[in-house]
């Protein structure tokens, strides 16, 4: 007995020992790095002058900053849009090929991954094209349909960010459908056969059979979208940089902008902070809400 | 076709007088390396990643390590964005270059000056004698009171372009006022053409140089000063003007098709859709090369109703800086002089670079038509050559007019909100002290 716990005791020992070193990289990197931001954000700092605290100034500040909020909307924007051009279309597809008689999976898969593994700045540069009010190929379609008068989708405030969430969408569904297809693949088909037989129809099953089963994995994507889409920066930068008056702009390229732009470290770290807490609360509020309905 | 360039320009680029400061205190760190025994090596800093002026870069150390064989040039490359992240931890860090080739204006190393992380040249500049050799925008645009901070080099100007086959096509003279030049852009538009290829989407060069040009046209020097120096309101009549001018070109059709998105100003102008274009001396080595009509530079037109005639939009592409804390000025200094102040140095800049280096005397190039007319522009006292507003604006200001002319033509700014942002720009600039006008050290 004794033995055993002398083992017990020495396998925690070693397990601690092995995950030190992350920890002390996690605690440099992540934890340090957020008392800094924390602090930061409690100055009016140009990042290589004088430091003088304000207390919570920024915070007051930015509760009344028009393109904070703007940004904050635009993001939300984002992720709403992504959940219809990129989670929805995924699930779909990857539930067509899902399918036992569908050939060519594999090839279908990747062509579809594909804009995942390509930088923003590459696609945000190709769709600016496909938008181009002059030459873009969208342009040229509409062309086709004799609309002589040409139409810049970046250029106008009402529609700008709409076609950058087109955009994220198009790199984001190849993704999602990835995950739900490895999703759909696992699942007994049993379940399936025996709601057929009960008489169930192809959408009764889809949505009563098929997606409770999954439900894991649509959480976690969506979680991951709503964070994926909160981070989003270079492609909005490729193709807008947050204009025209400020139509696009969204979190982190507003930060980015506060304190390496603009030199207003002290307002820049608030927003982040701004930003880290909204991510928080979301996560918490979500996960309850998720762990409820479990 | 060989040349000998009478540069003399020493009284051109006039910026007129700097007002107040103080001195700066020094802080940092050495860096510089003793690569070998009794060899200095010095650390640099700079933007020219890629093309010509890298090229010329490149040639000029080589030919500065040669004639200075205990100094060594340890030079790093980096793009606008990239350096201006990386230089403030550099900094802080007191691992800062010894030099550095970055942009001058107040707006971008405001900071650094008011922290002291850049050397005051003003004896450099008595020592050197570089006030008798460059032109005075050299000084005049990286400095605050006293105290020069930097030496500013890559002469350029904007000036009206314009495709002469079109223009004897159109059967249209040169012209000589900005109401001149609003008739001959509608004569333009009349005959079929799309008259100007500016473009001002989201690229704050496209705006800031459009919209400046146009304001130096209306605006006196006595207004510029007011606004640049002493941070006196945009609230003029001569800004009204210019803003309405803008306008009236946006509404009239004078620009290509949506050009609040970013466009080929390029390609429209070299493929001769657009007839003219209001744009920089850089261009001129991609016109001479891509281009088979002629076109025609002439100074910009100013206005009728401004009471001087209107000024000419001057810019330095940057300006050499040198840490404060270097273990080696003298031999920053030494090697500054020669890249921007020797003969050998700015044939280089000229031939290989393909830019106007700041030395005024004289100095042997091979130039073509259009070049040389640049360089003649650029000395013509006649032409109230005046920095820029990128040169003076701080910050907030600096980024106000980096999308105004694209607010202007998605119609989110008049003239009215124009003016008022403008103002509040500025005013959020004086708060922090980052203007010529309100500027203090640390």
Known sequence: MKKKRSLYRNQMIMGYILILPALILFAIFFVYSLIQAVYYSTLEWDGIGVQTSVGLQNYLNLFQDKVFWGAFFNNWFYTFGLMIFGVLPGLLLAYMLSRPNIRGRTFFRSIYFFPRIISAVIYGAVWKWIYDPRVGLITKIIDLFGDDNSFAMLGNVKTAMFGITITGGWTYFGF????????????????????????ANRLQMFFHVTIPQIKPV?????????????????????????GPNDSTQIMTYYIYKQAFTMNQFGYGSAAAVLLGIFMVIFTIVYNRLVGEEV | MKKLLAILMASALSISVLSSCGTGNDS?????????PGKVTLQLWDTFVDGSLNSAMSQIISAYEESHSDVKINRVQKELTSLGETIKAAFMAGDAPDLLYYEGGIG????????????????????????????????????????????GHEMETMSLYFNQDIFDKVGLENPTTIEELTDTLQKLKDAGYTPLANTMGAEWSSNMNFIGTILYAYMSQDEIKDCMENDGSWDKESVRKAIDTIKLWIDNGYFPDHPEVHGDQEQLYFSQECAAWITGNWEVGNITKDTDFKTTIIPFPGSESCEDGGSQVNFAGGAFLVNAATAYPDESLGFIDYAVATPESSKVWYEVGGTVPPYTDEYEVEANELGEHVVEL???????????????????????????????????????????EADAALQKDVESKMTKGSFTFE
């Not at chain 1, 994507?221 to 807008?240: G, N, P, Q, R």
């Not at chain 2, 940092?28 to 070998?36: D, L, P």
């Open chain 1, 176 to 199: 999602c459908m990835v995950l739900f297809l490895a999703a759909f693949m696992g699942l007994d088909n049993a379940l399936e056969e025996s709601a057929l037989l009960d008489g």
């Open chain 2, 108 to 151: 971008t190393v405001g900071s650094y000056v008011k922290a002291g992380y850049l050397m005051d040249l003003s004896e450099a500049y008595k020592t050197y004698g570089w006030k008798d050799k460059l032109m005075s925008a050299c000084w005049e645009v990286p400095s605050v009171g006293d105290y020069i901070y930097g030496v």
């Open chain 1, 218 to 242: 649509l959480n976690t994507v969506l979680v991951y979208t709503v964070i994926d889409c909160f981070k989003v920066y270079d492609l909005v930068l490729v193709m807008t940089a947050g």
């Open chain 2, 28 to 36: 940092g760190s050495q860096t510089g390396e003793n690569g070998s």
């Open chain 2, 378 to 420: 650029l000395g013509d006292e006649t032409l109230q050559n005046t920095a820029g507003i990128n040169m003076w604006l701080g910050t907030n200001a600096f980024e106000f007019f980096s999308f105004a002319g694209q607010n202007l033509i998605v119609g989110s700014l008049d003239t009215d909100s124009f003016i008022a």
